[in-house]
């Protein structure tokens, strides 16, 4: 008779399976005037956090709005691409790859 045992730990993760996906999104503020760019796990989630307030860099311009996401595979590439989109510094840079979206 064989018997297996496994301990909660030898379990895999839920993530270990199905890696979460993370996105890269840009908020625009009609009263700002503004974009901004970021990236979560939960975009949804985020947007609250920023139209609460929760988020100093955010506050001023609430509501935000989200005009732009991208899915990534994992938090590092989300966190890479976050970065290079606030790199750019370009205002057109951000409108143009809005727009590419819309157009698809």
């Known amino acids: 008779m064989n018997l297996f045992f496994f301990h909660i730990c030898d379990l895999p993760k839920p993530s ?8 890269v999104y840009i908020l625009y503020s009609e009263i700002a005037n503004h974009y901004y760019i970021g990236s979560t796990s939960n975009t949804e989630k985020r947007i609250h956090r920023h139209n609460a307030g929760a988020i100093t860099s955010t506050k001023q311009g609430r509501p935000w709005k989200i005009v732009y996401s ?5 938090k590092t590439e989300a966190l890479k691409r976050e970065l290079y989109l606030k790199r750019m510094k370009s205002r057109v840079f951000l409108e143009d790859l809005i727009h590419s979206k819309e157009d698809r």
Do not use: G
């Not at 270990?16 to 996105?23: A, E, K, L, Q």
């Open 16 to 23: 270990d399976i199905m890696p979460i996906p993370y996105y």
């Open 70 to 74: 991208e899915t990534c595979i994992t």
